[in-house]
């Protein structure tokens, strides 16, 4: 069973920088497209970056392009941590952020919700003075 959880969120301020974590268990399948997203208050969850499997292929919301980087190690075959490394961070960065993670590989990194069948419970990420 795959299970996803999330560490490094925190209260910092506008342009600080933060990394988040992400420690995925159970990835079994031969292959997955991991990714960030967040959500804030009253808002929908939206989408903040995915990797490829081999991480070859990496993509980004227009918001966070040149300010934020997601990564991934392997640990083992089955486990592996994903991060996403947040520099420059602003008042609108902050929400809850979710790891999640789809089986198969794909041509097009997918950059909805829905498109992701594993999720993590979320780290709250605040930005304030």
């Known amino acids: 069973q795959v299970r996803l959880v999330e560490s490094g969120g925190g209260l910092v301020q506008p342009g600080d920088s933060l990394r988040l974590s992400c420690a995925g268990s159970g990835l079994t399948y031969l292959g997955y497209v991991m990714a960030w997203f967040r959500q804030a208050p009253g808002k929908d969850r939206e989408f903040v970056a995915a990797l490829s499997w081999g991480g070859s292929d990496e993509l980004y919301a227009d918001s966070v392009k040149g300010r934020f980087t997601i990564s991934r190690d392997v640990s083992t075959n089955v486990e592996t941590t994903l991060y996403l490394q947040m520099n420059s961070l602003k008042a609108e960065d902050t929400a809850v952020y979710y790891c999640?993670?789809?089986?198969?590989?794909?041509?097009?990194?997918?950059?909805?919700?829905?498109?992701?069948?594993?999720w993590g419970q979320g780290t709250q990420v605040t930005v304030s003075p």
């Open positions: 999640s993670a789809k089986e198969g590989r794909a041509q097009v990194l997918p950059t909805t919700a829905e498109d992701y069948r594993f």
